[in-house]
């Protein structure tokens, strides 16, 4: 793809949420993960297969799962964050769209400077993108988690902390429908622990893409103003 079909697909899918964050006043980082953009080895180093997955394997070989490695990427991201004066060690947030949804899960859980997250087009079933449809790569992949839990028991673990979860309704790689029973049992847990109103959606009518409609007015609230609102319809 060139430049010219990169910037298009960014405009298409309102990819370019880091640079509206920007824009809005915010201090934003989008990191390269593991085995992306410049940090891919200047490209497909196995012609004809997923460098994702063929990276997972490799790790798996020396005895490191590749998630684990991105997760502290993540969190040394924060860590450089934090020296910059103009962050705010209370005000720190987190939102990615599909891989990145999967990174804004896990670090989020890992790493509690994170106050507010908005996880984009992950949030759904096992059975549905892992198994079903096989809707992942390997540096996605945690072994034997599903084990003790599905894709919104792990999500849970954020919990109190204001979570906004975006899905949209014409998503081809995660359906709409295992979307909302993931979205039902989140919801569950988010009560249990006493925090609903904590908890938002966005069920959006577009496809794998950011939404945006409630994103800033999400982060505004948690990480700036009035701690209200929230809930599942």
């Avoid at 590749?66 to 964050?81: E, K, Q």
Wanted: glycine share 12%.
């Amino acid at each position: 793809m060139g430049d010219k079909g990169r910037i298009e697909n960014i405009r298409f899918h309102n990819y370019s949420y880091a640079e509206q964050f920007a824009k809005k006043g915010y201090v934003t980082i989008a990191p390269d993960w593991r085995c992306f953009g410049e940090r891919s080895d200047g490209g497909n180093p196995y012609p004809g297969r997923d460098k994702c997955n063929v990276h997972f394997i490799r790790g798996l070989i020396m005895g490191i799962n590749l998630i684990t490695l991105n997760i502290w990427d993540g969190m040394r991201t924060i860590d450089y964050l934090l020296t910059r004066k103009e962050v705010d060690k209370n005000r720190i947030g987190c939102l990615g769209l599909s891989f990145g949804g999967t990174m804004t899960t896990y670090i989020t859980i890992m790493d509690e400077r994170v106050k507010a997250a908005d996880i984009i087009c992950y949030l759904t079933t096992t059975k549905h993108y892992a198994i079903d449809t096989g809707n992942f790569c390997g540096s996605q992949f945690v072994p034997y988690m599903y084990r003790y839990g599905d894709v919104a028991d792990i999500a849970g673990l954020i919990a109190p902390r204001p979570l906004l979860i975006e899905n949209g309704i014409k998503d081809s790689g995660f359906s709409i429908a295992s979307a909302r029973e993931a979205h039902r049992k989140l919801w569950c847990i988010y009560k249990a622990s006493g925090a609903s109103n904590r908890l938002e959606f966005d069920i959006f009518p577009g496809e794998h893409m950011f939404s945006g409609r409630q994103a800033f007015k999400f982060f505004e609230k948690w990480l700036w103003g009035d701690k209200t609102a929230g809930g599942y319809e």
